[in-house]
């Protein structure tokens, strides 16, 4: 899609591990190996939504653009699209892709196949991953999507979800919005839902925006924790990904 645009939203301030932007990941800073992925991936150039100025500073090295965003912005969508309005003001870029910081395991073709998933006439697209692990269907840090047989997100929990025998779909974090569905859904405020289920995309849903979704085979696990840094060097230090 030749109107998109990579923005990879990173902030310093992590309860569980701060400064994990610039953990260090076989020589490079984490935020430099997603810049990589997403530039391998080819769907547009690559903005960091950086919090602080060291994360600009790594991003510009690693061959990004870089846009200093206002630390207390509640979210990395509200980062995306802050980091877009001082970039490109004048709305060159339709599509934006928010690529977590964190997920510097994340196959660039992945990154393209969100992009894909964008069809006419819905909002937003992101991709989910099957799972028979029972460990998966109960865990709810593991955010099960719902989706109708057309692609179609109906819903995300944090339960096990859906009910009966079947994999489970687990979500990719990676959205990919049109631009006015972008300014939208920062705009509105946070929905019941939302508040309850502590999952943002479903104040999307609430509003009536469609979210399409493609499966995957891998499951790319964010960067969370100082044993989910050790399990992304492993994963990194056996290849494959830029």
């Not at 970039?87 to 870029?93: A, E, H, L, T, W």
């Not at 690529?99 to 660039?108: E, H, K």
């Not at 972008?182 to 509105?188: G, Q």
């Amino acid at each position: 899609m030749s109107n998109a645009i990579v923005v990879i939203p990173a902030r310093m301030a992590s309860t569980r591990l701060p400064g994990k932007p610039l953990a260090d990941i076989h020589g490079r800073p984490m935020i430099a190996w997603v810049v990589a992925l997403a530039r391998k991936a080819d769907v547009g150039p690559v903005l960091v939504a950086a919090a602080e100025p060291e994360i600009a500073d790594a991003a510009r090295a690693a061959g990004a653009d870089a846009v200093l965003t206002d630390p207390a912005l509640p979210s990395g969508s509200d980062r995306v699209y802050a980091a877009l309005e001082t970039f490109d003001p004048s709305g060159r870029f339709a599509v934006a892709v928010n690529l977590q910081g964190d997920m510097p395991t994340m196959a660039p073709s992945d990154v393209a196949r969100a992009v894909a998933a964008l069809r006419a006439g819905a909002d937003i697209a992101t991709l989910v991953s099957p799972s028979n692990d029972a460990a998966d269907r109960d865990n709810p840090n593991v955010v099960k999507a719902i989706r109708a047989a057309d692609g179609r997100c109906l819903a995300f929990t944090r339960a096990p979800a859906p009910w009966g025998d079947g994999p489970i779909e687990r979500h990719v974090g990676v959205y990919v919005y049109r631009r006015d569905a972008l300014a939208r859904f920062v705009a509105a405020p946070p929905s019941p839902l939302e508040l309850r289920e502590k999952l943002e995309q479903m104040r999307a849903l609430e509003m009536g925006m469609t979210i399409t979704a493609d499966a995957i085979a891998d499951f790319p696990k964010g960067v969370d924790s100082p044993a989910d840094l050790e399990s992304a060097r492993a994963a990194l230090m056996r290849g494959g990904i830029p």
